[in-house]
């Protein structure tokens, strides 16, 4: 199998999803700003098309979470794409903490031009963010973060925030925690691959050897070093994702009676492994290489 011969036609819209998009519809009329959540690894693939026309013209800021499982110098790239479409971006691991004053400064910032207005007519102004995103990608996580407490329910499957939350940051800033959304239909079969890669998809619509299969014929094309040292492997170009799967088995003596490759055991540990971070810093998407002399956030380092 090859992955040009796979195929990930995902097509499916679970009632869930159709209600948070109702829920995002009339939510986006109560806020000053959105939040909108990618996934460092694969930021293009994790944005839902169908943000811009739900949003429209409202400010918005775009957090890269999950960054620390990034190449960083990838990350440098996309922010500044997002910059060149006039949104504050900025890189933020959840699950460290990194980044969390920044990530509040862009919040406020963006809500500037209204909090002025209410403050020449004498009120003090209450800024209200939603953040959006697609299941999986850290939304909840990125809010504990941010109020310092597990205030917002998270977990690590995704759609497990069912429905708004409005979660008190400070005086005058609260945020609005909202279901996961995807679309309803995967046109970009490289795209789906990429979020069923990351976890972004429920496992059960899809199998998971078949799943371990492509993502290792993906990493023996695009960074092979760091699934051959995790696997002890030689990610061979010649080899089919079956049988870099199968070595990985005997290498990792992940063997079932008769010495038989217990591939759906294999299955499910390198994707986790891949998930986690532990074949190294991965950016599943190449933007355009950012400039030397740049910090993580694509501004001037000084050097």
């Given at each position: 199998m090859t992955?040009e011969?796979s195929s ?8 869930h999803?159709?209600?948070a998009?109702r829920?995002?519809?009339e939510?986006v009329?109560l806020?000053?700003?959105?939040i909108?959540?990618?996934?460092a690894?694969?930021p293009?693939s994790t944005?839902n098309?169908d943000?811009?026309d ?11 979470n999950?960054?620390?499982?990034a190449?960083?110098e990838?990350t ?15 890189s933020?691991?959840?699950?460290a903490?990194k980044g969390?004053?920044?990530a509040?400064s862009?919040v406020e910032?963006?809500a500037r031009?209204v909090v002025?207005?209410?403050k ?19 939304k ?7 109020r ?9 499957r995704p759609?497990v925030?069912r ?8 005086p005058y800033?609260e945020?609005?925690?909202?279901p996961?959304m995807?679309w309803p ?5 490289e795209?789906a691959?990429r ?5 972004s998809?429920?496992g059960e619509?899809?199998d ?5 299969a492509e993502?290792?014929?993906f990493l023996?094309?695009?960074a092979p070093e760091g ?7 030689d990610m061979?170009a010649?080899?089919s994702g079956e049988?870099?799967?199968e070595?990985a088995c005997r290498r990792r003596?992940?063997?079932?009676p ?5 591939t759906?055991?294999a299955?499910?540990?390198?994707l986790?492994?891949?998930?986690s971070?532990?074949?190294g810093r ?5 933007p355009?290489?950012?400039p ?12």
């Amino acid at each position: 199998m090859t992955m040009e011969e796979s195929s990930l036609d995902i097509q499916w819209y679970p009632g869930h999803m159709a209600k948070a998009r109702r829920m995002l519809a009339e939510s986006v009329k109560l806020v000053d700003v959105v939040i909108e959540m990618v996934d460092a690894r694969a930021p293009a693939s994790t944005r839902n098309p169908d943000f811009d026309d739900l949003f429209g013209t409202k400010p918005r800021v775009v957090v890269l979470n999950k960054a620390d499982l990034a190449d960083p110098e990838a990350t440098r790239a996309w922010i500044r794409a997002y910059r060149a479409r006039g949104w504050d971006a900025i890189s933020f691991s959840a699950n460290a903490g990194k980044g969390v004053k920044e990530a509040v400064s862009l919040v406020e910032r963006a809500a500037r031009p209204v909090v002025e207005r209410m403050k020449a007519k004498g009120v003090n102004k209450t800024v209200r963010a939603m953040i959006v995103g697609i299941p999986n990608v850290g939304k909840s996580t990125f809010i504990n973060r941010l109020r310092g407490s597990a205030a917002a329910k998270a977990g690590n499957r995704p759609g497990v925030t069912r429905g708004k939350q409005w979660i008190v940051v400070g005086p005058y800033l609260e945020f609005l925690d909202t279901p996961g959304m995807l679309w309803p239909k995967f046109e970009d079969k490289e795209a789906a691959r990429r979020l069923a890669f990351l976890g972004s998809i429920r496992g059960e619509i899809m199998d998971n050897e078949r799943l371990s299969a492509e993502l290792l014929e993906f990493l023996r094309d695009r960074a092979p070093e760091g699934a051959k040292a995790r696997l002890k492997i030689d990610m061979d170009a010649e080899k089919s994702g079956e049988q870099l799967l199968e070595e990985a088995c005997r290498r990792r003596g992940w063997l079932l009676p008769g010495a038989r490759p217990d591939t759906e055991r294999a299955s499910a540990l390198i994707l986790d492994e891949f998930r986690s971070g532990k074949m190294g810093r991965l950016t599943l998407e190449a933007p355009v290489q950012a400039p030397e002399g740049e910090d993580e956030n694509g501004r001037e380092t000084g050097d």
